[in-house]
């Protein structure tokens, strides 16, 4: 059972994004009972493998930091806390504006005197409820994913799974968007139409998944990469012989899939994406540079050689197919187009009426209206800014504990990577945080913590990453 649940995490890894990325009902439906699936058969392996005094077998080594685990809990007590229905003295006391408003909607409920009626914070309960249940099954996935992937060819393996997953999307992409097709599983597109989405709606989120997968692809091809250089005075059949090793064609393929990525990520057109990876390159690049002592300054330098050389690739071949249409994406006619400026102000307002515990989750989509000041014919659902709408609909105090887990997290993960000397697991720790780093700064402009794929692969990230940086192979 045990395997099984690792196959099965597996293949909710390579399933998640086809569905548009998961955004379709059915599909978060179908995510959520495969992780109950899952669970059912870890708790059933677990009971199963029990000694005979009721102990577990084995303990995990590695573990979350416990502040981690109460800033976690306290976001999530949160949102089961906006569920609750409350007294209307204690609402208006805590939330006023929330108060008004379902006064206003249910005068009948909040009779003027003694504010007798029992309300929820939140405004649009069912989508809260929909929305806390997504969050939980997230935090549970990531949970069997750091207490499965657990042995070296494991966690290689799951890489690799992630990595596929990313090499599907960007090559999938650029085949429709070049074919002249233009067509996701046979759907035409009407959204993004010019730019490689793979399998997702938007632009943006398909960079935003490509953008955690690069960063991983580029520290395992770090991890198995042979670090060695001609001799001096090899002859012409010992450098044959050199290039025919299996393990430095391995490198080839992984490099080649790094760079089909990055190339997904430029022809996604997003701009935000294509600034974002030459960020990470760059924050994996200083990172290496940075650790390590004088003894290992040649490998280090090797290693910032190899990432330099792939973007090299992704650049000259970007040229080679016709970057203009990337280009024209940063035109000053069409940066004046954006919303998003506009977009933020109206949050910032909403987060200044409902402070403390917020809207409710999920509920943005419908209390972003009181704050549209134009005719704006577009349904606004997001804030273009996972900061802004998290602390609109969560509040700031449950807000700011998952802003500082998610950023409190990587300084501690980055710590412990850099007093690790195995080369895998360097490699793949580096790509899992800067590919949460890559996420982390795109949330700055748009909502990619709210696609279900990405944010599957962003709590897989920092579980790998947690699990990882505290197993011990071969140092």
């Given at each position: 059972m045990n395997r099984a649940v690792f196959w099965g995490l597996c293949a909710v890894l390579l399933f998640i994004p086809l569905p548009f990325g998961g955004v379709e009902e059915w599909a978060v439906f179908a995510f959520e009972a495969a992780v109950f699936g899952l669970f059912a058969l870890h708790v059933a392996d677990t009971i199963s493998s029990r000694g005979k005094n009721g102990e577990p077998a084995d303990a995990p080594g590695p573990t979350v930091p416990l502040w981690g685990k109460w800033l976690l809990a306290v976001f999530l007590a949160a949102a089961v806390l906006q569920l609750i229905p409350l007294p209307g003295g204690m609402l208006r006391v805590i939330s006023p504006r929330t108060f008004e408003v379902h006064r206003s909607m249910h005068s009948g409920s909040f009779p003027e005197l003694g504010g007798q009626g029992w309300r929820a914070v939140s405004l649009v309960p069912a989508l809260s409820v929909s929305e806390l249940i997504k969050y939980v099954f997230y935090f549970l996935f990531g949970w069997l994913v750091f207490n499965h992937v657990t042995t070296k060819k494991r966690i290689e393996t799951f890489v690799l799974v992630m990595i596929g997953a990313g090499v599907f999307e960007s090559f999938y992409g650029l085949a429709e968007l070049f074919g002249g097709g233009e067509k996701i599983f046979g759907y035409k597109k009407v959204y993004h139409v010019g730019?490689?989405?793979?399998?997702?709606?938007?632009?943006?989120?398909?960079?935003?998944?490509?953008?955690?997968?690069?960063?991983?692809?580029?520290?395992?091809?770090?991890?198995?990469?042979?670090?060695?250089?001609?001799?001096?005075?090899?002859?012409?059949?010992?450098?044959?012989?050199?290039?025919?090793?299996?393990?430095?064609?391995?490198?080839?393929?992984?490099?080649?899939?790094?760079?089909?990525?990055?190339?997904?990520?430029?022809?996604?057109?997003?701009?935000?994406?294509i600034f974002v990876f030459f960020t990470a390159v760059f924050l994996m690049a200083v990172s290496l540079s940075m650790a390590g002592g004088r003894r290992k300054h040649s490998r280090r330098k090797r290693q910032v050689r190899i990432i330099r050389t792939v973007v090299l690739v992704v650049l000259s071949s970007a040229v080679l197919i016709g970057i203009k249409p990337v280009i024209e994406r940063f035109s000053w006619k069409d940066l004046m187009r954006?919303?998003?400026?506009?977009?933020?102000?109206?949050?910032?307002?909403?987060?200044?009426?409902?402070?403390?515990?917020?809207?409710?989750?999920?509920?943005?989509?419908?209390?972003?209206?009181?704050?549209?000041?134009?005719?704006?014919?577009?349904?606004?659902?997001?804030?273009?800014?996972?900061?802004?709408?998290?602390?609109?609909?969560?509040?700031?105090?449950?807000?700011?504990?998952?802003?500082?887990?998610?950023?409190?997290?990587?300084?501690?993960?980055?710590?412990?990577?850099?007093?690790?000397?195995?080369?895998?697991?360097r490699g793949i720790v580096l790509g899992c945080l800067v590919g949460v780093a890559a996420v982390l700064i795109h949330s700055l402009t748009d909502f990619n913590l709210r696609i279900p794929a990405n944010a599957v692969y962003f709590v897989t990230l920092y579980a790998l990453a947690f699990r990882v940086v505290g197993t011990k192979f071969d140092e």
């Open positions: 730019s490689a989405t793979g399998t997702f709606i938007n632009r943006n989120h398909c960079a935003g998944f490509l953008e955690m997968i690069l960063p991983l692809s580029l520290g395992y091809l770090l991890a198995k990469a042979d670090f060695f250089s001609f001799r001096k005075g090899m002859g012409l059949k010992d450098k044959i012989l050199w290039f025919s090793q299996e393990r430095l064609q391995k490198c080839i393929v992984y490099g080649l899939s790094a760079a089909v990525i990055g190339l997904g990520i430029c022809f996604t057109r997003s701009r935000t994406g954006e919303q998003r400026p506009i977009y933020f102000r109206n949050t910032v307002e909403m987060i200044k009426d409902f402070p403390l515990l917020g809207t409710g989750a999920g509920s943005y989509v419908f209390v972003y209206g009181m704050y549209e000041k134009t005719c704006d014919p577009v349904l606004v659902d997001h804030a273009h800014n996972d900061y802004l709408e998290l602390a609109a609909e969560s509040g700031l105090v449950a807000a700011a504990c998952l802003v500082l887990f998610a950023w409190g997290a990587l300084g501690w993960l980055w710590g412990r990577w850099w007093k690790r000397r195995d080369q895998l697991v």
